[in-house]
């Protein structure tokens, strides 16, 4: 392999009221609560575990994991502006 | 040149005196939204246009994808983000057709976003945020510089779809924008309004206490200083990277 890439996973839909494997699948992926995003490496166990669950979640392949605060920032808007004169300051 | 003039010219259709009102869904969204009041008019005073005038709608091949540096700064800097300083302005040859036409004919209107939230705006107007922007105050002047809509009465630059093929990027991503050295709006902070008083009061079961919450909300008030949307010429002056294709 020459270089390493990783599964981005989002659950989109809960595993309430399927059966318990399902969710013991979301457990293992480290999955607790809708719209929380993991990072796994491409490797066949993932895969497999992302077929048993893959009508709940949204599965991207990137080449690095983002951290959880990176995750929340890509979710914050863009202010859209700026302040261009302070009040006093020449124009 | 009226939007529905054109229409009628490019389309063919042919108004009956008793029907006056075009559809809505033939006029332009400028048009739509006081079409009831103006349309009379539309009809009595201005002459048939040529059909050879371009359409109403100006659409943009390639919009600039929405790229956020890593770490964004939470509170309103005074420096602009760098989103799209380091690529080359590109306009298409339709673009370079009709920004002429758009440019010349004042006023304009923008759909400016602030926190992703639209604002229909155009010049004059005043703008009571939903909210308290902190960090500025009365009298400092911001210039926005996040707008997805720029139109005139009859052309209208449309920022392009989102064409995702995520499905969670649908939900979390960022509207597309135009680029941001196509048009100059500013805004000067005018003052700090403020909601009235409101009590709630909440109770528990089986209890006689009753606990009152007052809440007092206070809104940032803008007003529109200037909507500009810049020409060829000053796009060639300003820009360092401009791309004519």
Known sequence: ?91 | MRPHSVLRAALDIRWTPSSQIPPTFLLPWRAQLHQSAHSHQFQTELPAQPSSQPPPSIPIPSPIPSTRPAAAPASPSSMPLPRSSGKPLVLSKSLQQLLPHLSAQKPHYISAHIHRFPYLLTQGDTLRLPFHMHGVSPGDVLRLNRASLLGSRDYTLKAGTNSTENYDGKRTGEPNYLDDRLFECRVRVVGVDSGPMVEEIKTKRRQRKEKHVRSKHRYTVLRVMEVKVKGLEELERGAEQLILQ
């Open chain 1, 1 to 91: 392999m020459s270089t390493q890439t990783y599964f981005r996973i989002t659950l989109m839909r809960s595993a309430i009221g399927l059966p318990y494997k399902s969710t013991g699948v979301l457990k293992a992926l480290g999955l607790r609560k809708r719209m929380a995003t993991v990072f796994h490496p491409v490797t066949p166990a993932v895969a497999g575990q992302i077929m048993k669950v893959k009508e709940l979640v949204a599965v991207r392949e990137v080449e690095r994991p983002l951290t959880k605060q990176e995750v929340h920032m890509e979710r914050v808007p863009d202010p859209g502006f700026y302040i261009e004169r302070r009040l006093g300051e020449e124009g």
